[in-house]
């Protein structure tokens, strides 16, 4: 299950729950991004407007690992035209909106609608050994790595509601 094929990837990467937002004058990057789950499948389509205009577009697969740690399963990206995006965006899909700040090593999402008030970091490794040495940001409230709740699969079905308890759990709270 966590061996590459082909065209898979292992995706490692850390969660961290942070208590806000960064200060945006220290991202070398920022994006904004739509993913929609298409539903009933482990598929993910996902816009991401571009610092200076333009967006990417991909198709994702992602297979969850069974187990804890860094090793978060299988990843397979491709990237689309905006007339292939267009085709598969008609199908029926749970969306969540986020802002990208790049804060190197880190991504640091921003979660709008429901989820406003969550703040994720992330940082994605090559090797295990790399996962197991990198140092958690200073301003974490917690690793939630290993909390299935924090993954983006989750989160686009989550009620504001849950969020609001769940976010209780590791002691930051936000408006319900």
Do not use: I
């Given at each position: 299950m966590t061996r590459p094929g082909k065209?898979?990837?292992?995706?490692?990467?850390?969660?961290?729950?942070?208590?806000?937002?960064p200060d945006p004058a220290a991202a070398t990057a920022v994006r904004v991004i739509t993913d929609r789950y298409v539903t009933g499948t482990r598929l993910r389509l996902r816009r991401v407007e571009l610092d200076g205009?333009?967006?990417?577009?991909?198709?994702?697969?992602?297979?969850p690992a069974s187990g804890?740690?860094?090793i978060q399963g299988l990843i397979t990206n491709t990237y689309l035209s905006q007339a292939e995006y267009d085709v598969l965006a008609v199908l029926p899909a749970e969306v969540l909106t986020k802002t990208r700040f790049s804060l190197?090593?880190?991504?640091?999402?921003?979660?709008?609608?429901?989820?406003?008030g969550l703040v994720l970091a992330e940082a994605e490794f090559g090797t295990d050994e790399e996962a197991a040495s990198f140092a958690?940001?200073?301003d974490a409230v917690a690793e939630v790595t290993d909390d299935s709740r924090f993954t983006g699969g989750s989160l686009v079905r989550a009620t504001r509601g849950e969020l609001v308890g769940w976010l209780a759990e590791y002691g930051v709270e936000v408006e319900a």
């Open positions: 065209y898979a990837l292992v995706e490692r990467e850390r969660r961290f729950l942070l208590a806000g937002p205009g333009g967006c990417e577009l991909k198709f994702t697969q992602k297979v804890a740690g860094a190197p090593p880190l991504g640091v999402d921003v979660f709008d609608g429901r989820l406003a958690p940001p200073a």
